[in-house]
T-cell receptor, first 114, second 112 residues
């Protein structure tokens, strides 16, 4: 089974803090994604990566950055957390660029920014 | 207007009954369609892809209507374990990097 592991299930941070969300997948997938999920809005893509050191902006990249130094690891960084970044963050991976319909998600990281 | 719209529900369904719901998409160039299932406080998981000719997977039937730009999901003989939020997902272009657009989900509650 594909396993996508997110390092923190629940985080509480203060406005202005730097936040790191880590994601690791164990199936040698090329593509990795970060989404946020908010009630009534569905999942919105923040960033994705199709290769090591490569990244592409999604729909809502403002206030976020990402890092992919190794194939299995994709990190989401909030440089200066704000209250409107309180959300559920979901990491996902997919096999390769030709198989982007099936995403494997981690369990999510629920971030609260006070 | 949202690119993918779903009735949020909840659809309250007696065990054993049939429930069906739709999802509309706005971009006529959309090429691929999927249903994901998300249990409460869990991650989404792929339920099934939706093919042009329609397809079944056990008690689940998915249909695509390109003319009216909607997809549907029908669940027969509902089980308590079918209670979940069903996410409609649309791949927007033929580009292999076509973006997946997620609907906000339709909640289904199966009652004893």
């Amino acid at each position: 089974d594909v396993k996508v592991t997110q390092s923190s299930r629940y985080l509480v941070k203060r406005t202005g803090e730097k936040v790191f969300l880590e994601c690791v997948q164990d199936m040698d997938h090329e593509n990795m994604f970060w989404y946020r999920q908010d009630p009534g809005l569905g999942l919105r893509l923040i960033y994705f990566s199709y290769d090591v050191k490569m990244k592409e902006k999604g729909d809502i990249p403002e206030g976020y950055s990402v890092s992919r130094e190794k194939k299995e690891r994709f990190s989401l960084i909030l440089e200066s957390a704000s209250t409107n970044q309180t959300s559920m963050y979901l990491c996902a991976s997919s096999l390769d660029r030709f198989n982007t319909g099936e995403l494997f998600f981690g369990e999510g990281s629920r971030l609260t920014v006070l | 207007r949202k690119e993918v719209e779903q009735d949020p529900g909840p659809f309250n369904v007696p065990e054993g009954a049939t429930v069906a719901f739709n999802c509309t998409y706005s971009n006529s160039a959309s090429q691929s369609f999927f249903w994901y299932r998300q249990d409460c406080r869990k991650e989404p998981k792929l339920l099934m892809s939706v093919y042009s000719s329609g397809n079944e997977d056990g008690r689940f039937t998915a249909q695509l209507n390109r003319a009216s730009q909607y997809i549907s999901l029908l669940i027969r003989d509902s089980k308590l374990s079918d209670s979940a939020t069903y996410l409609c997902v649309v791949k927007m272009t033929t580009d292999s990097w076509g973006k997946l657009q997620f609907g906000a989900g339709t909640q289904v509650v199966v009652t004893p």
